[in-house]
């Protein structure tokens, strides 16, 4: 198998999403306006712009081709172990026909995980490449 979508961009896609997956919902209360007022070291994590990040991802996918977004989803199918790595024309076929790809990989919650081991399934890694080591 050999992806038409970059190695290196599938890279950056990881660390874009796991830089969303990092972020968790703010926990409003009426007392704190900012969180780094809090008492909570980790209140700073909480991030009700999550959308900036989404958005972000997001516009990314949109920029490729539709045969590569395909196999971004594909391989995050890959790697969730809903397809075998042999499996990978039936699943590129059903990541192809199905619904809008962008919304299915947005809607998974380990999607940086995913990537990563729809790459180790096929031998490949972003060991090197980047931000990545």
């Known amino acids: 198998m050999e992806l038409s979508v970059p190695l290196e961009t599938v890279c950056r896609l990881i ?6 997956e990092a972020q968790v919902p703010a926990i ?18 909480e991030d009700e712009a999550n959308v900036a990040i989404e958005e972000e ?4 996918l ?16 890959v790697g969730r172990g809903t397809f075998d790595a042999t499996e990978w024309d039936e699943a590129l ?4 026909g199905g619904e809008d790809p962008v919304d299915q ?15 180790a399934a096929f031998d490949l890694s972003c ?3 980047g931000q990545i080591d």
């Open 15 to 20: 660390v874009r999403a796991r830089e969303l």
């Open 28 to 45: 409003e209360t009426d007392d704190e306006d900012d969180p780094a007022d809090s008492d909570d070291p980790l209140a700073v994590l």
């Open 57 to 60: 991802v997001r516009s990314f």
């Open 62 to 77: 949109d920029d490729l081709a539709d045969d590569e977004v395909a196999e971004v989803l594909a391989l995050a199918w």
């Open 93 to 96: 076929e059903e990541a192809a």
């Open 105 to 119: 990989l947005l809607d998974m919650p380990m999607l940086a995980a995913y990537l990563d081991a729809g790459l």
């Open 127 to 129: 060991d090197g490449i």
